[in-house]
């Protein structure tokens, strides 16, 4: 027991005596559970889950949080189970430590896409309760702690998984202890050596700068005397990481940085911050443009506060923050602070109202992100949220993060008006998609009925919320693409077999033994190329197939998934066979050409196809021309080919013998009658001794 008489001390000093005593049990239980196992270090395991407890116990959260940190091992790592957790300890302390174990059962391909899985398990199951990150962050602080027990290269891995997942969480929900001590150990387990030198730095640093801060607070501490302001004044230290940061990403010196002197005034209540405010003001002169006011505006994740940077005695920069002791509890610990667990959204504080809003948010994204790695891309963009406050034309203000555009704010508006965007203006004026936004504007979206999002859109918009909502819909209208050719390769494949007319009974079997959801899904996976037409069709029928059947048309331009092959670069005229390629659908060769030799062997894999007609599209192709080198001729050939109406997308010359030179160009033309009149118009050229197309 001596191993918890410390935390017992802390849970004593706000918990209920029974509640003391439930977190004594689930000591117990984690004593015994991990009796005989070992850290890295060669500490008893249990030393873990009890230094975890420790750090939320000092941050003074509810019982139930305190037992499932004891417990957030067992799972994992013994033969105890979830259920019995649950009748023991309640359903609740289950769950939690459900959410918090790891996904060790399930098998991935590769770490990425298994740590991938498991932030995603992570954020969703702080979705069912904010306190499974609270515990794992815990875990994370202790574990970095221990750092120095574990292979170095296990140790920077780990370092950067911290500073680029964890610290950013601590943030989001306003625990910024855990952030800055996250942050200061991560830096120290990745960059050990710049670590080191930073340290003794600023070390040094401080010693020279006493005298300076000491009087510069005294200056403070008699103004706000005079304006009968009673208040606590601290000096600020920034962390190791943000001056690493600030040096790094402003490419600055060290002294640079450090030459700002940094102070928090903590006063009683909201007024007095506006007055302690105006005090400053008249003691030193504002720098424009360097005051925030996070307590009317807070920040996203619930912090609160007056920012104003002034010019101190002899020009040194100052920078204050004032806030009330209530604010100053949110800004450390966030979340966690004056910890109340309820549903309601109208209950708890500013950061835990927020932080649900945020994690709710969570779960929308997960619903339509395709893949773990496309959610943790999209969450990772929503962990770094320096916003901006606009308006809508009705006069309501929206947070958004730095950097938005008016597609994000469509999207921050609605899912609808977002899809349906087709321009804005910005205080009333014309204003690009494209553009960021800044604080104060007033934004309208412009909307129009049947329009949908452009691909480019991804290329500038910032929320996860806009990005996830354009994907959606882009990856639907793929969907829609391969249908429509699923269904006209399958009509092709079964002849004069009408698709209508099918047994339902038949399809129904046919979708089931495929391992398809749907009709539509089967339809889907022909056109991808994933399931053969053939085969479909063959199963469909019962075997009853006409092997001379018309041939499928090629569409040249109607948005099908149709491409062609860069091998051979086919052409109108030119006799063609399409090949059923996974993901990408029909791809057109040359019948001669050399990838395909064989392909009849192969008729399950292979559509016969044929040209549109009525096509109007321009296709590359690539031809090779031999001449005698002299000057001007490269500019006769050029002008020849353009004048037969054809663009040249690239030229390579080669010196082949002599005076005698090999141009391969590659050019775009209508069809090969269109390519025979620009040969022609390049034979008659002088000097010019075979023009040929290379189809390798």
Known sequence: MYLIENLVEVASSYLEPAQVE??????????????????????????????????????????????????????????????????????????????VSKLDKLKFRDKKEAQAENFRKMMMAMVQDLRVILIKLADRTHNMRTLGSLRPDKR??????????????????????????????GFKGLYPNRFRVLNEVVKHAKGNRKEVLENVKQEILGRLEEA????????????????????????????????????????????????SLGAMHTLFKPRPGRFKDYIALPKANGYQSLHTSLLGPHGIPVEIQIRTDH???????????????KNDDSQGTTAQVRARRWVQSLLELQQSAGNSFEFIENVKTDLFPDE?????????????PAGSTPVDFAYAVHTDVGNACVGSRVNRQA?????????????????????????????????????????????NRHTQESIRLGRRLLKHAMGDIDLDTLDQERVAQVVKDTNNESFDELLSNIGLGNAMSFAIAHQLADGLMDADQQRVSIKGADGMLVSYAKCCRPIPGDPVIAHLSPGKGLVIHIESCANISGFEKEKDKYVHVEWDNDSEEE????????????????????????????????????EKEGKIYMIDATISVNDRIHLANVFRRVRVLTDVIKVQRIKH
């Not at 604010?327 to 667990?341: F, I, R």
């Open 22 to 99: 439930q977190i004594i049990e689930a000591y117990k239980v984690a004593h015994a559970a991990h009796e005989g196992q070992f850290r890295s270090s060669g500490e008893p395991y249990v030393t873990h889950p009890v230094a975890v407890c420790q750090i939320l116990a000092d941050m003074r959260l509810d019982h139930e949080t305190l037992m499932a940190a004891l417990l957030h091992d067992v799972i994992e790592d013994t033969e105890v189970t979830q259920e019995e957790l649950a009748a023991q300890f309640g359903e609740t302390v289950g769950e939690l430590v459900e959410g």
């Open 156 to 185: 920077r891995r780990i370092a950067r998984e911290t500073l680029d997942i964890y610290a950013p969480i601590a943030n989001r929900l306003g625990i910024h202890n855990i952030k800055y001590e996250l942050e200061e150990l």
């Open 228 to 275: 009968n302001i009673d208040a606590k004044i601290v000096g600020r230290q920034k962390n190791l990481y943000s001056i690493y940061n600030k040096m790094r990403s402003k490419e600055i010196q060290f002294e640079d940085v450090m030459d700002i002197y940094a102070f928090r005034i903590i006063v009683d209540d909201i007024d007095t911050c506006y007055r």
């Open 327 to 341: 604010m100053d509890q949110m800004a450390d610990k966030g979340v966690a602070a004056h910890w109340v667990y």
């Open 388 to 400: 901006i406050y606009v308006f809508t034309p009705d006069g309501n203000l929206l947070e958004l």
């Open 431 to 475: 204003y690009p998609l494209s553009q960021p936004l800044t604080s104060g504007q007033t934004v309208e979206i412009i909307t129009a009925p049947g329009s949908q999002p452009n691909a480019a859109w991804l290329n500038f918009v910032v929320t996860a919320r806009a990005r996830s909502k354009i994907r959606n819909v882009l990856k």
């Open 619 to 654: 296709y590359v192709t690539r031809v090779r021309i031999e001449m005698i080198n002299h000057q001007g001729i490269l500019a006769a050939v050029t002008t020849a080919i353009s004048k037969a109406g054809a663009n040249i997308h690239s030229m390579n010359t080669e």
